[in-house]
């Protein structure tokens, strides 16, 4: 069975300071991955997308960044954060080709 | 480009009643759409899904949608809420020509009344 992990469950960060979250998919070899990120109360903003690792397509600036190391592995990152980043982030993964997301339980990120 | 426009920013319904959630989508030719919920600080879950092809479909938990192309709608029901269905719903429609993004309208949070 296809598991999605994302790590870690939340974090509370200073302005300023760097981020590293991560996300890995068991069960599924060559997925499609995805970052997406929801503000507070708001809806969900694709922010990076991979078909392939080592390929990163950003959709929404925002001052992070996004790799790609494994196959089975999508990274979401910046050096500096910014109070603006807090929010709800989810990572996702569909086979290629087909529409079906699977989401991970999401990373809680708070900027202080 | 694709979007998808929940104009319910909020729904209050008593445990029992009747549910309906309004989506409607702007897309180029057929589109692929969802729902999915999210419960309170959780991660989102699928619903239910409209590939083309029977209009109305079944989901989870008594959930069903019926897509409507002359209305560009794909609205939720469910016949009977229960408390647990407290959360927020999103509607989505997918693009498969790029890359497969999944586009999200605002949610709809639903509040349920004993």
């Known amino acids: 069975a296809q598991t999605i992990h994302q790590w870690p469950v939340a974090e509370i960060k200073a302005v300023g300071s760097p981020l590293s979250l991560g996300c890995t998919i068991k069960?599924?070899?060559?997925?499609?991955l995805y970052w997406y990120w929801q503000a507070t109360g708001g809806t969900l903003q694709q922010l990076f997308y991979?078909?392939?690792?080592?390929?990163v397509e950003s959709v929404v600036q925002l001052n992070l960044s996004a790799s790609r190391p494994k196959d089975d592995q999508f990274i979401l990152s910046t050096e500096k954060l910014l109070l603006s980043h807090s929010g709800f982030y989810l990572c996702?993964?569909?086979?290629?080709?087909?529409?079906?997301?699977?989401f991970g339980s999401g990373t809680r990120l708070l900027v202080i | 480009a694709q979007s998808v426009t929940q104009p319910d920013a909020r729904v209050t319904v008593s445990e029992g009643a009747s549910l309906q959630l309004r989506c409607k989508y702007s897309?180029?030719?057929?589109?692929?759409l969802f729902w999915y919920v999210q419960y309170p600080r959780q991660g989102l879950q699928l619903l239910l899904k409209?590939?083309?092809?029977?209009?109305v479909v079944q989901g989870v938990n008594g959930f069903e949608a019926e897509f409507s192309k002359s209305n560009s709608s794909f609205h939720l029901r469910k016949a009977s809420v229960h408390w647990s269905d407290w959360a927020v719903y999103f509607c989505?429609?997918?693009?498969?020509?790029?890359?497969?993004?999944?586009?999200f309208g605002i949610g709809t949070r639903v509040l349920v009344r004993p």
């Open positions: 409209y590939y083309p092809g029977d209009p």
């Open positions: 897309y180029f030719g057929t589109p692929y």
């Open positions: 069960g599924k070899s060559s997925p499609n």
């Open positions: 991979s078909i392939t690792v080592g390929q």
């Open positions: 989505a429609v997918s693009m498969w020509s790029a890359g497969n993004k999944l586009t």
């Open positions: 996702a993964w569909s086979l290629a080709g087909n529409s079906d997301y699977t």
